[in-house]
């Protein structure tokens, strides 16, 4: 009989021991957690000072405003490859700074656009090329975006306005000084660039 207690009470206390060693583990797991969420949080969270006022500015995942970001590279890289001015040094840093923000298609349709005299052409006829984004479809899965914009040339004798429609894909590269966006348009190609209305000046 006593033998039999002796059992049972050992037999307890190593339940009642497994019992407090997996309690304890949950509990010290549970904080654990806690505590690395909000040591998460709190990096998210930085303060600026101004004028020794300090501001709370959070931290935001980069996913979140990502197709925001592309659609300003699409319309940057838009903007300066066809918005020129007859001015050679001008037209070159355009060039230049577009070349950054899309791959070997873009200095492909560079080349093209020049063996067809295009450059030549704004220069010749003092022309000046406005371009105005209309809008810029986007679809996140694939990486593959359309343009549509008006292209608008001021010509001394005329006023052309073109419509124009791009295509192409996005690659995610690292930020740089020149690549702020951390994009590079891939496979980039026009669709359309037609004449939509031509409007004579009044030359006298």
């Known amino acids: 009989m006593i033998i039999k207690n002796i059992e049972a009470k050992i037999r307890l206390a190593t339940i ?9 583990l949950l509990v010290v797991g549970m904080n654990f957690l806690y505590t690395y969420k909000m040591v998460t949080n709190a990096q998210k969270s930085i303060y600026l000072l101004d004028n020794n006022v300090p501001l709370l500015a959070r931290q935001t995942d980069m996913q979140m405003n990502r197709p925001a970001e592309y659609r300003a590279h ?11 001015t007859p001015d050679d040094n001008y037209m070159e840093y355009q060039m230049k700074k577009a070349m950054y923000l899309v791959d ?16 030549n052409s704004i220069l010749s006829s003092s022309s000046v090329l406005t371009l105005q984004t209309d809008s810029i479809v986007l679809d996140m899965p694939k990486k593959y975006f359309r343009y549509y914009g008006k292209l608008k040339i001021d010509r001394r004798s005329s ?10 894909c996005l690659k995610d590269i690292p930020r740089s000084d020149n690549n702020p ?24």
């Open 74 to 84: 699409i319309d940057l890289f838009h903007s300066l490859f066809f918005s020129l």
């Open 104 to 119: 070997e298609s873009g200095m492909q349709q560079y080349n093209n656009l020049k063996e067809n005299g295009f450059f």
């Open 16 to 24: 009642i021991a497994v019992g407090s060693l997996v309690t304890s």
């Open 159 to 168: 006023t052309v306005v073109r419509s124009l429609i791009t295509e192409g």
């Open 181 to 204: 966006h951390g994009v590079l348009i891939t496979n980039w190609k026009t669709l359309e660039n037609k004449d939509l209305q031509d409007v004579e000046k009044n030359t006298f």
